[in-house]
């Protein structure tokens, strides 16, 4: 089996296409084999070798997705938000020890600014529209440093460097090997049943794993194509989609939501390009969303659970007709998954910690033994990696997440699931949208908030909505704060975030 990226494209026909864009010619595997080559030499000639930190600072599109799947094949990639602001890409360059930063030919913005401030070399990347999708080359500014004289990128090569988004602490950072990315590749494209005949269309930021790894590396492993929309657009969704003609598409829930809002005025697009199935990942999916994006694609809805430490994917719900639980994110779908305590190192049956185990798994965080002693451990022969979710496994190997550690509500010593008030309040028929989360209580130490966005149309209060959710939870577990917003605040790969939503909305401690 293929351990490097190089290796995983290299048994595919070149005449099979690999990647496609709006209003471009597709790249096929041949010529991306080709754009390979090409950049190794460039990187090369630039004094980059494959123990080098290349960042990248491109928009969503198929250079980007190229740009990682080329240069990882000769250096280790550094993908970065191209939201940051200039102390963020200064920090991040600082921290990764970056030599290079690759950017738009004419990109003069604050990334540019923190590598001319940091020492950073910067690389151009030049595309002729008329050119493929993808195809691009790079010329160094200023002066090339010396050739390098390692060699290509072996299997304990690193592939991938990315931050973990810490909320209260210095982001980790998370090293991901060749080997790595392989791994979860082929992991996806087993859980998927890929083939060359399947399709993606890739809304997902590029900079994150859930994009880079399950739209852009599982596909290609697959010798199949993914279509790179230039970022997420439920307003464009349905017309990318009518000419892409995909096979398939992965997003987070809050973008599920924003296409569900859509579907029914693009009836037509659906029936005419049918979904083999959807795919959800990198937060949980509620139920309610999960039957509704089933009912109205005519598809099975796939959640699966992943983060950066696993290269992404670690359970999968079965693609098999029937087979998806909602409210479950599935079963093992590569590394093995464990139920650990919570405070000990051992593994043990019921509810607790979720740890994996396996080749996806990354050895550990760079630069930080505190961490890496907090969040690995070894046990029944294994070394486990602390995922800092809580769940348990059914008897069927069904995994169900109760939620993070972090955003356990403890109310005066009662432990409530932010999830599973999700779950109730989004039965109310005016609700499309929520998100509990804790506030700070002098006497109580946390009370249950939530922050809820009412279906287009509908009316409802914050009482009957408090009203609704008493009739079905405990009295604990009843939100006493409701917040009904227009939307709700969300990170940069579009995931609600609990920590700290209180802040944000300005809810003190009571």
Known sequence: MSVTLQSLLAPHDPDLVAIGAPDRDWLTYGKLRELSDQVARQLHDAGIGSDDRVAIVLPNGPEMAAAFVTIAQAAITAPLNPAYRLDEYAFYLEDLKAKALVVLADDQGPAVQAAQQCGVGILRLH????DPAGVFSLSPDGDVGESPSSGPPGPDSTALILHTSGTTSRPKIVPLLQSNLVASARNIEASLALTSADRCLNVMPLFHIHGLIAAVSASLAAGASVWCAPGFDALKFFGWMKVAKPSWYTAVPTMHQAILSRAARNADVIAKSPLRFLRSSSASLPAQVMT???????????????????????TSNPLAEGAQIPGSVGVAAGPLVRIAHEAENKIIAGTGEVVISGPNVTLGYESNPDANAANFFEADGLRWFRTGDQGAIDDAGYLRLTGRLKEIINRGGEKISPLEVDGILLDHPAVTQVVTFAVPHTKLGEEVA?????????????????AFAAERLADFKVPRHVVILDEIPKGATGKMQRIGLAEKLGLGAR
């Open 127 to 130: 595309v002729d529209p008329s």
């Open 450 to 466: 939530a922050a809820v966005v009412l279906v287009e149309g509908q009316v409802a209060t914050d009482q009957e909505i408090r």
């Open 292 to 314: 509704a994006l089933t009912d109205t694609f005519g598809a099975p809805v796939i959640e699966a659970y992943g983060m950066t430490e696993a290269t992404h994917q670690m």
